[in-house]
């Protein structure tokens, strides 16, 4: 987040005056990055940006936060799931800035379509942020903590899972010699009917058509992995009991 973050300032024309990172190695190759001075101490912090991101693991941000020692400054948080009111102990302006991505370090995204969502504790402060997420962003949104909250969980599902499901299915195919490449076509296809249609308009497979044989066929196949067998079924059984719920609401039985 951080990295991806500094760059797309950078890139976008804004200026980064300090890194700070507990690790040396970290602070000095991203504010290299970002043309910025690098520090792993808190109290060096500098006292005159106009802007403090705080973009950190959430189980790290209360140690950050306790040890801050700027009060009368403008702190944001990047966390999906952590409510802006944590910094309210620690200044007067706060609020979150939340890009909508999945990023790794080596890796640099695209902002230009990323959502970012923002909030802050003031009108003033939110128009800030709102113009601050303009110049990187086509996508910004005003979600609130709880908000935020519930699309955290749903981007967890969305890409998180998704993931390991998709890297389950390598795992899979690596065992009898078959390669991932294979798959590659049916993930795009089903990422595109997503995207295009709705998700669960375009559903597809056994569990969704009932054929339980097909079903039995696949646990048996599995049988060399009880958390696969597990995941399979619990799986299976949710997309029948979803789109059996569903078909009771529209009349169908």
Excluded at 162 to 178: G, P, Q, R, W, Y
């Amino acid at each position: 987040m951080a990295t991806n973050l500094a760059m797309a300032f950078r890139k976008s024309g804004h200026e980064i005056i300090q890194v700070y990172s507990r690790t040396g190695e970290s602070a000095e190759e991203l504010a290299h990055q970002a043309v910025a001075e690098p520090t792993t101490e808190l109290n060096r912090v500098v006292a005159d940006a106009d802007i403090y991101f705080i973009a950190v693991k959430d189980d790290a941000m209360e140690e950050v936060l306790s040890h801050f020692p700027h009060t009368d400054v403008f702190m944001v948080h990047t966390a999906g799931s952590v409510s802006m009111d944590v910094l309210s102990d620690c200044t007067n302006d706060y609020g979150v800035f939340y890009p909508l991505q999945t990023f790794t370090k080596d890796w640099l995204s695209d902002f230009s379509d990323i959502p970012l969502c923002i909030e802050a504790n003031t009108d003033k402060n939110l128009n800030i942020l709102g113009e601050l997420a303009d110049t990187l962003s086509n996508n910004v949104y005003n979600i609130d903590s709880m908000q935020r909250l519930y699309l955290h969980v749903a981007a967890v599902f969305a890409c998180n899972f998704t993931n390991f499901m998709f890297a389950s299915a390598e795992n899979i195919l690596k065992h009898h010699d078959i390669p991932f490449n294979v798959l590659k076509p049916l993930i795009r296809e089903t990422v595109d009917k997503a995207l295009i249609h709705s998700p669960s308009k375009s559903q597809s497979g056994p569990a969704i058509r009932g054929d339980k044989q097909t079903i039995e066929k696949h646990l048996e196949l599995l049988s060399h992995s009880e958390k696969l067998q597990n995941l399979y079924r619990f799986v299976s059984d949710s997309i029948m009991d979803f789109y059996q719920s569903k078909g009771e609401e529209n009349g169908q039985f």
